[in-house]
């Protein structure tokens, strides 16, 4: 089993750059698929990005691609969300999770991942 802890959330402006974590212990990073969700206010979770067991595939949100970039570092046990051009509609509570599903495989919804963390609060200005 495996816990998780989300940071690096703030308060930015339209525009500008976070960096979130995702810290694992109990087992390592590179025994799950691991995947970013959000959640906006009256809003259901969203699919934002996931990476692969074997950290060989990526897959990305429509609304994310090109613009936030998952990684992991296995010397760390931690998964990254880097966003760049942050918009106001980013603006959520950012959710990391783990699933031993697959090895090549992302998955992009919630049911499929079986752990997760705290969540994060990303908010955007304009």
């Known amino acids: 089993q495996v816990q998780l802890v989300e940071s690096g959330g703030g308060l930015v402006q339209a525009g500008d750059s976070l960096r979130l974590s995702c810290a694992a212990s109990g087992r390592t990073v590179s025994s799950y698929t691991m995947g970013w969700f959000r959640q906006a206010p009256g809003k259901e979770r969203e699919f934002v990005a996931a990476i692969s067991r074997s950290g060989s595939y990526t897959n990305y949100a429509d609304s994310t691609k090109g613009r936030f970039t998952i990684s992991r570092d296995s010397a760390k046990n931690t998964v990254y969300l880097q966003m760049n051009g942050l918009r106001p509609d980013d603006t959520a509570v950012y959710y990391c999770?783990?699933?031993?599903?697959?090895?090549?495989?992302?998955?992009?919804?919630?049911?499929?991942?079986?752990?997760w963390g705290q969540g994060t609060q990303v908010t955007v200005s304009s």
């Open positions: 999770a783990a699933t031993a599903r697959g090895y090549h495989y992302t998955y992009s919804t919630e049911r499929q991942y079986d752990y």
